[in-house]
C-alpha cells in the first residue's frame, strides 16, 4: 500500500473566466504538497491566463494560443501528469463534500479493479449544502466529464479520447475501453460535485440544443460502429432513427429534423475512422455490458 498518493486536479477552459475563478476559489482549500492543480487555457481572449496566473500562482497553467479544442486539452493534461489519481473537473463545477481527496483515496485502495470514479453530480446554479444520499456506489457503463476521477495507471492502458468525437461521447468510448480492458467505472456517491448549469435555460437556446442534439446521438452512433458486435448494429441504429421519428417527430417536434440529418452525414463521414479503431465487444462481452447499471448523469433534490 502506498503512503502517499500525488493527485491533480484537471481543468480546460477557455472564454469562462469568471466561472473559472469561482471554481478555483471553491477548491483552493485542497492544493498542497500532494494535491495540484492545472489549468489549460484554450484559446481564451477573455485574459483569463493572465488572471489565473495572478490570483492563482500555485496553480500551473497552460494555454493554446489558438483553441485546438476541449478534447485535445483533457488528452494532453492527463498524459502529461505524474499523479496517481487525476480528477477532472469542468470550469464551472466544485465539489459539495470537504473532503474529496480522502474519498478517492479511501475507495481506490479499496477497489484496485476501479479505474475511474464517476462523481454524484448536482446539476444547477442554486447553492446546496446537504451532501448526504442513501445511494450507493455501483458499477456503471460510463461517467460525466464535468466530474470524476482517473486511476493513472487505467488510463495509460487505453487509447486516448478520439478528438474526432468534438465534445461529446467521448466518455463513453473511455468507458468501453476500460470494460474492455476489465477496469471498472465506478458511480461513487459520496464524492459530490455541483456542475453550475441551468438546465431549463441551456433547453430554451434553439441554436444549443440543435448542437448538442447532434453531437449526442451521433456519438451513440459511432460507439455503435466500434464496439458493438457487427450483427447487433443494423438492429440498434434503426431503432435509434425510428425513436427520434417516434418520440419527436411525429409529434411535431420538428427542430430534431435538421441536426438528425447532419448527425446522420456526420456518421457517413466518420466511417473510415470508425472501422480504423473498432474494438468490438464479444458477445460475453457485450451480454455483460448490458447488465450494468446506466450511467448516473443527473442527481436531483
Request: aromatic residues 16%; contains cysteine; positive net charge.
Given at each position: 500500500?502506498?503512503?502517499?498518493?500525488?493527485?491533480?486536479?484537471?481543468?480546460?477552459?477557455k472564454?469562462r473566466?469568471?466561472?473559472?475563478?469561482?471554481s478555483?476559489?471553491?477548491?483552493?482549500y485542497?492544493?498542497?504538497?500532494?494535491?495540484?492543480?492545472?489549468v489549460?487555457?484554450?484559446?481564451?481572449?477573455?485574459d483569463?491566463?493572465?488572471?489565473?496566473?495572478?490570483?492563482f500562482?500555485?496553480?500551473?497553467l497552460?494555454?493554446?494560443?489558438?483553441?485546438k479544442g476541449?478534447?485535445y486539452?483533457?488528452?494532453?493534461?492527463?498524459?502529461?501528469t505524474?499523479?496517481d489519481?487525476?480528477?477532472?473537473?469542468?470550469?464551472?463545477?466544485?465539489?459539495?463534500?470537504?473532503?474529496?481527496?480522502?474519498?478517492?483515496?479511501?475507495?481506490?485502495?479499496?477497489?484496485?479493479d476501479c479505474?475511474l470514479?464517476?462523481?454524484?453530480?448536482?446539476?444547477?446554479?442554486?447553492?446546496?449544502?446537504?451532501?448526504?444520499?442513501?445511494?450507493?456506489?455501483?458499477?456503471?457503463?460510463?461517467?460525466?466529464?464535468?466530474?470524476?476521477?482517473?486511476?493513472?495507471?487505467?488510463?495509460?492502458?487505453i487509447p486516448?479520447?478520439?478528438?474526432?468525437?468534438?465534445?461529446?461521447?467521448?466518455?463513453?468510448?473511455?468507458?468501453?475501453?476500460?470494460?474492455?480492458?476489465?477496469?471498472?467505472?465506478?458511480?461513487?456517491?459520496?464524492?459530490?460535485?455541483?456542475?453550475?448549469?441551468?438546465?431549463?435555460e441551456?433547453?430554451?437556446?434553439?441554436?444549443?440544443?440543435?448542437f448538442?442534439?447532434r453531437?449526442?446521438i451521433r456519438?451513440?452512433?459511432?460507439?455503435?460502429?466500434?464496439?458493438s458486435?457487427i450483427?447487433?448494429?443494423?438492429?440498434?441504429?434503426?431503432y435509434?432513427?425510428?425513436?427520434?421519428?417516434?418520440?419527436?417527430?411525429?409529434?411535431g417536434d420538428?427542430?430534431?429534423?435538421?441536426?438528425l440529418?447532419?448527425?446522420?452525414?456526420d456518421?457517413i463521414i466518420?466511417?473510415?475512422?470508425?472501422?480504423?479503431h473498432?474494438?468490438?465487444?464479444?458477445?460475453?462481452?457485450?451480454?455483460?455490458?448490458l447488465?450494468?447499471n446506466?450511467?448516473?448523469?443527473?442527481?436531483?433534490l
Amino acid at each position: 500500500m502506498k503512503s502517499v498518493y500525488k493527485i491533480s486536479i484537471l481543468i480546460s477552459t477557455k472564454n469562462r473566466c469568471d466561472e473559472l475563478l469561482y471554481s478555483l476559489n471553491k477548491i483552493k482549500y485542497l492544493l498542497g504538497p500532494n494535491v495540484g492543480c492545472v489549468v489549460f487555457d484554450d484559446g481564451s481572449n477573455d485574459d483569463t491566463y493572465k488572471q489565473i496566473a495572478t490570483l492563482f500562482p500555485e496553480v500551473e497553467l497552460k494555454r493554446n494560443p489558438i483553441s485546438k479544442g476541449y478534447i485535445y486539452c483533457r488528452n494532453k493534461m492527463l498524459n502529461e501528469t505524474d499523479a496517481d489519481f487525476a480528477i477532472s473537473l469542468d470550469d464551472d463545477a466544485h465539489f459539495l463534500v470537504e473532503n474529496p481527496i480522502e474519498i478517492i483515496i479511501d475507495y481506490f485502495e479499496k477497489n484496485r479493479d476501479c479505474g475511474l470514479i464517476a462523481a454524484r453530480i448536482f446539476w444547477s446554479k442554486q447553492s446546496f449544502q446537504n451532501s448526504t444520499t442513501n445511494e450507493i456506489p455501483q458499477q456503471v457503463k460510463s461517467f460525466v466529464g464535468c466530474g470524476h476521477v482517473w486511476r493513472m495507471t487505467a488510463w495509460r492502458g487505453i487509447p486516448n479520447y478520439p478528438e474526432w468525437f468534438e465534445f461529446y461521447g467521448e466518455e463513453n468510448f473511455a468507458s468501453f475501453q476500460l470494460f474492455k480492458k476489465k477496469w471498472k467505472v465506478d458511480y461513487v456517491p459520496e464524492l459530490f460535485v455541483q456542475h453550475r448549469v441551468d438546465l431549463k435555460e441551456r433547453a430554451k437556446s434553439k441554436s444549443v440544443f440543435a448542437f448538442r442534439y447532434r453531437r449526442a446521438i451521433r456519438a451513440d452512433w459511432y460507439t455503435y460502429f466500434l464496439f458493438s458486435p457487427i450483427l447487433k448494429i443494423p438492429k440498434k441504429m434503426a431503432y435509434s432513427i425510428w425513436m427520434q421519428f417516434k418520440t419527436k417527430i411525429f409529434k411535431g417536434d420538428f427542430k430534431v429534423i435538421q441536426p438528425l440529418f447532419l448527425a446522420i452525414l456526420d456518421l457517413i463521414i466518420a466511417f473510415p475512422k470508425l472501422i480504423k479503431h473498432r474494438n468490438a465487444l464479444t458477445s460475453k462481452e457485450y451480454q455483460a455490458y448490458l447488465q450494468l447499471n446506466e450511467a448516473k448523469i443527473y442527481w436531483k433534490l
